[in-house]
């Protein structure tokens, strides 16, 4: 498996893993589209768009914006986070997630999400993030200076 970085992405370079979302349930697929060829092309200053390849397929997806609900530019958060379910529980999303953690600290100070998806939260609580209420649409937080601070 390779992480990588894209800075331009075809749906049909993505179609199993939006054909997978919709089996699930999900809208993944069609909400990543929608924005990508909209206004959230991942390429304002600090953020960034990886995919995780086995050979020629994309098997996994992360994003990384300035988050659009807060109004703060040094805070970002991890966007259109998705792994092909027959790809999960092989290390892919926590590869996926630590690229997108070790690239939001270059650029922010704090990295926010929102997750209902109990297994995602799992994922995302052994990767140092909190669970938050009352921020509007975050469910989940990494504070950065704070983990200088324990270091």
Avoid: W
């Avoid at 909400?31 to 600090?46: H, K, L, T, V």
């Amino acid at each position: 498996m390779i992480i990588e970085r894209v800075t331009s992405l075809k749906q049909n370079q993505i179609i199993r893993l939006i054909e997978d979302s919709k089996t699930e349930g999900h809208r993944f697929g069609q909400i990543f589209m929608d924005e990508y060829s909209g206004n959230n092309r991942f390429d304002r200053p600090g953020e960034s768009l990886y995919v995780a390849r086995e050979e020629d397929m994309v098997i996994g997806i992360c994003g990384l914006n300035i988050d659009p609900y807060l109004d703060q530019i040094d805070v970002g958060r991890v966007r259109r986070f998705y792994v092909l379910s027959k790809c999960r529980g092989n290390g892919v999303g926590k590869q996926l997630l630590l690229t997108i953690v070790d690239e939001a600290k270059q650029h922010f100070k704090k990295l926010t999400l929102y997750t209902e998806n109990p297994i995602a939260e799992k994922l995302y609580i052994s990767m140092g993030f909190s669970r938050v209420e009352g921020i509007h649409n975050v469910s989940h937080i990494l504070n950065f200076e704070e983990q200088l601070i324990r270091d």
